[in-house]
C-alpha cells in the first residue's frame, strides 16, 4: 500500500479546509435550474400529481372568477401563479365558465389588456408581461384556447422577453401557444428560436413548428433536426411525434431524407438514455426497418449506415417487446406499407435479418471504408462534419482499433466532434489514447476545485456545461482503457462535487481495476470505495457497492451490511444481493460472520427476520 508523503497530507488538509470554507461561506447551488426542471417534466410526460403547495381548485376558480367580476387584471395575475403543466386543462375549464358568465371580450382584455395610448400598464396587471414565469404561461395558453389570433404580436413579444433567467421556463408554454394561434407570423417568430444558443429553446420551437403540416415547415425542421447540438436528440423526438421518420425518409428532398436518417440516429440513442425503449415505438422509428434494411448491402453513407445499425441493434434487443406492443400504436398514413411489412414477418424471420444487416455493416471491407474516409478527413472541411462525426460512431461501435492513432491526433485540433471522438476512443480501449484523454480532462475543469466543494447528494448545474461533458464524456471512457494515469483521474474525480461525476468516475474506476494491475494504487482505491459507500447519493452508494463485490472487497463487507439498514430500498436490496455475490465467490465464512454480527445488533423484527432469511438461504 502507498503511504503519504508530508506533501500529500499536507494537499488533503488544504483540500479539506477548502471543503469545510465552501460549506460555510459559499454553500454551492445545487438544484438543477427551475426552466430545466419544467421541461423535463414537459417532455417525459411527469405531470400526473400536483407539485406540493399547490391551492385547492375550488379556490383558484373563485378568486379567478372574481377577478373577471371586478374587470381586475391585477388580481387575475395574482391568480395566475400556478404551475402551468399541471394547472392546464383546470384553468381552461375555469375560463370556459368566465366567457359564459362575462363575455370572451373580457376575458381576452384582463389576460391581453389594450395599451392606453403612450401609457403601459405595469407589469403586475399585465398578465404577459408578468415578471412571474408561470403567470405569462397561463396568459399565453388561455389566450391560445380563446384563439385569439390579434394577441399573436403582443405573445411574440412575450416570449422575446422569457430568454432572460428569471422568465425562461415560460418559453415552452408560450412557444406552444403561438403553434395554436397559427399564422405566418407566428410561424416567423418561431422558426428564428431554431437556431438559438439555448438548446431547449431549439427543442421549443420544433415542438412548436411540428404542429404545422409538414409541406409548410419541411425545410425549416430538416435543418433544425441536422443541426446537431446537446438536445438533438429532444428536437428529433418532439418532431417525430407529429411527423414519423419515415415520412422524410420517403421524401423527394434529399434534405428531408437526411433529416429523418438523424431522427432514427437520435431517437434511438435517446432510448437507450433518457428515454424508456417504448419511445421508438411511439415515434415510429421502427416503420423504417424495410426503408433501411437495404442499406447494409452497400455502403452509402455513414449516417444511413450508423441508423441501419442503430435500428438493427434495437430491434435485435427488443424484437419481443415490438410483438407485444406493436399493434398498439397508432399508424401515420405514410407507415401503413411498411407496418404490413414488418408485421408480416414473424420473430424468428426478422431477427435473421437484423443479424444479416449487423455483420454485413460489421465486415472487414466496410470498416476499411470507415478507416479510410477517417484518414481523408481535413479539419478545415467543414462540409464533412457530419459525415465524419457518424464516421467516427461507426469505428467505435465496430473496433475499428487501427484508427486510434487518427483519433488521437484529431482530438488535439479541438474539433466540434470532440464528444464523439471521446466516445469512440474509449470503445476502442486503446491505451494510445489514455494520456491524450487525461490531459484533455485536466484542462477541461479545475478537478482542485470541484474536490474542494461539498459532495452533492443531487444533480448540479454546471457552469460550462460543454466542458463539463467533456469531463463526464473521458470519465466513461477511461473505464475501458487500462493505463495507471486512468486510474489516479479517476480516484481524483471519485470525489467531485457532483454526483453525477462521482458515479461514473466510481464505475469506471471499478472497471478499469478489474482489466490492470492496480496494486499500485489499491490502498487508494479501497478507500475511495469505502468512503463512497458512505456518499450523500444513493446512485453513488450502489456503485461503491459494486465495487465491493467486483474487486472482492471482503474486509468491506460490514460497512456494505451497514446501508441495509438504508432508506432507499433499492440500496437496502442491494446490500444483500453484495453480500450474496461474495459469498458465491468464495468468501462464504466472512459474509457469515458479517451477517451475524448484524443480527445481534438487530432489533427490528421485520428487519431481523429478513437477515436471518438470507443467513439460512447461504
Not at 455493416?361 to 481535413?378: R, V
Request: charged share 25%.
Amino acid at each position: 500500500m502507498r503511504t503519504k508523503s508530508s506533501c500529500g497530507i499536507i494537499s488533503s488538509l488544504l483540500k479539506q479546509l477548502k471543503r469545510l470554507a465552501f460549506t460555510l461561506n459559499e454553500k454551492p447551488s445545487t438544484a438543477v435550474e427551475e426552466y430545466t426542471l419544467e421541461h423535463f417534466l414537459l417532455y417525459h410526460g411527469l405531470v400526473g400529481t400536483s407539485p406540493e403547495n399547490q391551492p385547492e381548485f375550488k379556490q383558484v376558480r373563485a378568486d379567478i372568477l372574481e377577478a373577471f367580476e371586478h374587470r381586475s387584471s391585477l388580481s387575475l395575475s395574482i391568480a395566475l401563479k400556478l404551475q402551468p403543466l399541471w394547472w392546464e386543462d383546470k384553468l381552461q375549464s375555469i375560463i370556459s365558465e368566465a366567457k359564459a358568465a362575462h363575455g370572451e371580450e373580457l376575458c381576452l382584455n384582463l389576460l391581453c389588456p389594450p395599451e392606453a395610448g403612450n401609457e403601459e400598464l405595469p407589469p403586475a396587471q399585465n398578465p404577459l408581461k408578468s415578471e412571474d414565469w408561470r403567470v405569462r404561461s397561463n396568459a399565453a395558453n388561455l389566450l391560445s384556447f380563446l384563439n385569439d389570433k390579434s394577441a399573436i404580436p403582443r405573445v411574440i413579444e412575450s416570449l422575446g422577453q422569457t430568454s432572460t433567467d428569471s422568465l425562461k421556463a415560460a418559453f415552452c408554454h408560450i412557444s406552444f401557444s403561438l403553434s395554436q394561434l397559427q399564422s405566418e407570423q407566428s410561424k416567423a417568430a418561431l422558426v428564428k428560436y431554431l437556431d438559438d444558443e439555448e438548446p431547449w429553446f431549439r427543442v421549443d420551437a420544433a415542438r412548436a413548428l411540428a404542429t404545422w403540416p409538414w409541406d409548410a415547415v419541411a425545410a425549416d425542421l430538416a435543418r433544425a433536426v441536422l443541426a446537431h447540438h446537446n438536445l438533438s436528440d429532444y428536437t428529433a423526438i418532439v418532431i417525430a411525434r407529429k411527423h414519423h421518420p419515415l415520412a422524410l425518409l420517403k421524401h423527394a428532398e434529399p434534405v428531408c431524407q437526411e433529416a429523418g436518417l438523424e431522427m432514427v440516429i437520435e431517437i434511438i440513442k435517446a432510448s437507450a438514455q433518457t428515454f424508456q425503449s417504448e419511445i421508438v415505438m411511439e415515434t415510429g422509428v421502427h416503420w423504417c426497418w424495410p426503408e433501411l434494411s437495404a442499406s447494409a448491402k452497400g455502403y452509402s453513407s455513414a449516417r444511413r449506415i450508423r441508423a441501419t445499425l442503430a435500428l438493427s441493434e434495437w430491434l435485435r434487443d427488443n424484437s419481443s417487446l415490438l410483438a407485444e406492443h406493436q399493434t398498439e400504436l397508432a399508424i401515420q398514413p405514410a407507415d401503413q406499407e411498411a407496418a404490413a411489412t414488418l408485421r408480416s414477418l414473424s420473430e424468428e424471420r426478422l431477427l435473421a435479418q437484423v443479424d444479416e444487416a449487423i455483420a454485413t455493416i460489421s465486415s472487414e471491407l466496410s470498416c476499411n471504408q470507415l478507416a479510410e474516409a477517417l484518414e481523408k478527413y481535413h479539419p478545415s472541411d467543414d462540409s464533412k462534419l457530419d459525415d465524419i462525426r457518424h464516421t467516427i460512431w461507426l469505428i467505435g461501435k465496430l473496433g475499428v482499433r487501427g484508427s486510434a492513432p487518427r483519433l488521437v491526433a484529431l482530438l488535439k485540433e479541438h474539433p466540434p466532434f470532440t464528444d464523439d471522438m471521446i466516445d469512440a476512443l474509449g470503445l476502442l480501449g486503446d491505451p494510445i489514447a489514455a494520456e491524450q484523454l487525461i490531459e484533455l480532462a485536466r484542462r477541461s475543469v479545475d478537478l482542485e476545485d470541484r474536490q474542494s466543494r461539498p459532495a452533492s447528494a443531487h444533480p448540479v448545474e454546471e457552469s460550462d456545461a460543454a466542458a463539463a461533458k467533456h469531463y463526464w464524456l473521458i470519465l466513461k471512457a477511461l473505464g475501458h482503457i487500462p493505463h495507471s494515469g486512468s486510474i489516479e483521474l479517476l480516484l481524483d474525480a471519485s470525489e467531485d462535487f457532483a454526483p453525477d461525476k462521482r458515479q461514473q468516475a466510481l464505475q469506471s474506476l471499478i472497471s478499469a481495476c478489474r482489466k490492470s494491475d492496480y496494486q499500485e494504487n489499491s490502498g487508494r482505491v479501497h478507500g475511495a470505495i469505502a468512503r463512497c459507500l458512505q456518499d450523500p447519493s444513493a446512485q453513488v452508494r450502489m456503485v461503491a457497492l459494486d465495487g465491493v463485490s467486483q474487486l472482492e472487497l471482503i474486509d468491506l463487507s460490514t460497512k456494505a451490511l451497514k446501508l441495509f439498514d438504508s432508506k432507499e430500498v433499492s440500496v437496502s436490496r442491494k446490500s444483500l444481493s453484495v453480500m450474496s455475490e461474495l459469498a458465491d465467490a468464495g468468501h462464504k465464512k466472512e459474509v457469515s460472520a458479517a451477517v451475524e454480527s448484524k443480527l445481534r445488533s438487530e432489533f427490528d423484527r421485520f428487519k431481523k427476520e429478513k437477515l436471518q432469511n438470507f443467513l439460512d438461504g447461504l
